[in-house]
């Protein structure tokens, strides 16, 4: 409860501040201090779970080791976006701490969709999330790309809100308690009710937008790609892995117990997200349109948790959501420092600068799943957590197949990087400072730790 009243509360705070502070610089500091405090309570909820804040939710919200965990886990990520690229923030226009003020909200908002206990608080959640990244999608007024992204993002998010609703009250109406409860909608054994199975539907084709897996992706390269690339960071990180948290959560504590009937639809959705993002990406030239394709690809292995749906998979989304996190807020981190965002803009990087060079490559290295990194680690919780399901093992080689095609298209920009010369400047001058890079060693140093001793993140959901 913590991070859901101190966020709104930094959000509003940040939103005022916005108005009175006319500095560009002052709103970055103000966020970095209400995300150390959030951070702080987080941690403090998670180790003794009690909450500062005691009011009566009717047991709509719940709290556990699971989601308290993650929770930290986000908030972790969000501070050390805010340390690599929080100037970033401050170049995409005049309105920054209106900006800051809605990455708060959507923390809230985050935090309401890891710890719901009703489908309203889900879908509420749900929207706290979606509504201020359609804003921060279509910030950058003096572009036409971020306008046309901002536009597609609002219109496709209306839709599939609509068809989450839609499910919510099928599932209302098919339960016999006639409740929003997630632990009361009794579906029982055997076959499903038809309202069920086709609220169960809906809701799977809408959260399966929401976390851009296929064929409900199509919206996710024109945004990543027309959103300012610090908030594309933002959106392909931290508001990714909440998605599939919501999901997951939703789907093992509300259907379950008919686990068998939906794991087909699901298995399907995960192949045909592994197709479409890995093969897509190879032929992509633009680095930031490959990583928005390579985010669909990633999905794919996170869908594995939802297949799996056991503790290994709770396990592993964990993993993915700190691995894949950290790895996307550095690389985006990188890209915003690029003059050119093609492949060939990065031919030279290695000679004029070195560790950013160094760095871009753990993080590809990671995102790949390459051994000793977070990356490598999080894939194998997912496997793992689809063999102690026993029932498709096919779907694990399938999974490892396009693991291994996504090394081509990640080595592509290693190679740029280290075997081809540049005539030019690669990097923007003097847009790199030492705080800058001393994030970068700071990301490669828990990239790397995570990936040798995994029990540092997933051990605290059982304290």
Not at 66 to 83: D, G, H, K, R, S
Not at 123 to 146: A, C, V
Not at 396 to 419: E, L, T
Request: net charge neutral; hydrophobic share 55%.
């Amino acid at each position: 409860m913590n991070a859901i009243i101190l966020t709104a509360i930094w959000g509003v705070i940040m939103m005022f501040g916005g108005v009175f502070i006319k500095s560009k610089t002052a709103p970055r500091f103000v966020a970095i201090t209400g995300m150390l405090i959030v951070l702080s309570s987080s941690i403090i909820e998670l180790l003794t779970k009690k909450s500062f804040f005691n009011f009566d939710h009717n047991n709509m919200l719940h709290t556990d080791g699971f989601n308290l965990t993650f929770i930290a886990i986000v908030m972790t990520c969000t501070l050390i976006y805010f340390l690599l690229t929080g100037t970033e923030i401050e170049k995409v226009g005049s309105h920054v701490g209106e900006y800051f003020a809605l990455i708060f909200f959507i923390l809230c908002g985050i935090s309401i969709a890891a710890t719901f206990n009703t489908l309203l608080m889900l879908f509420i959640g749900i929207e706290i999330i979606s509504i201020p990244l359609y804003i921060l999608t279509g910030s950058d007024k003096r572009n036409l790309k971020s306008n046309e992204a901002a536009l597609k993002y609002f219109l496709m998010g209306a839709f599939s809100t609509g068809i989450m609703l839609m499910g919510i009250a099928f599932i209302y109406g098919g339960n016999p308690n006639a409740s929003f409860y997630i632990d009361k909608i009794q579906i029982g054994l055997g076959h499903m009710p038809v309202l069920i199975a086709a609220g169960l539907l809906f809701i799977m084709v809408s959260m399966s937008f929401k976390v851009s897996a296929a064929p409900f992706h199509f919206w996710t390269p024109d945004v990543y790609d027309g959103a300012p690339t610090v908030f594309t960071s933002f959106m392909s990180s931290v508001v990714k892995v909440a998605g599939f948290f919501a999901f997951l959560r939703l789907f093992e504590l509300s259907f379950g117990i008919v686990h068998e009937q939906w794991q087909y639809l699901i298995a399907f959705i995960t192949v045909a997200t592994l197709v479409i993002g890995n093969i897509t990406a190879v032929f992509q030239q633009s680095v930031k349109r490959m990583l928005a394709y390579s985010s669909i690809a990633q999905a794919g292995f996170m869908l594995l948790a939802i297949f799996a749906l056991n503790a290994k998979a709770k396990e592993g989304i964990l993993l993915y959501s700190a691995a894949y996190s950290l790895a996307s807020i550095g690389i985006f981190g990188i890209l915003t420092k690029m003059e050119d965002y093609t492949i060939d803009g990065f031919n030279g990087l290695g000679k004029e600068n070195p560790l950013m060079a160094f760095a871009a490559t753990v993080f590809l290295l990671s995102l790949t799943g390459i051994p000793l990194t977070a990356g490598f680690q999080s894939k194998f919780f997912m496997l793992m957590a689809a063999v102690d399901n026993g029932h498709q093992f096919w779907l694990v080689i399938v999974a490892v197949i396009f693991a291994a095609i996504s090394a081509y298209y990640y080595f592509r920009v290693i190679q740029a990087i280290y075997f081809k010369e540049s005539d030019r400047n690669v990097v923007v001058a003097n847009a790199v400072n030492p705080f800058f890079n001393y994030m970068l060693i700071v990301i490669i140093a828990l990239i790397v730790i995570i990936g040798i001793y995994p029990e540092i993140v997933i051990g605290w959901m059982y304290r």
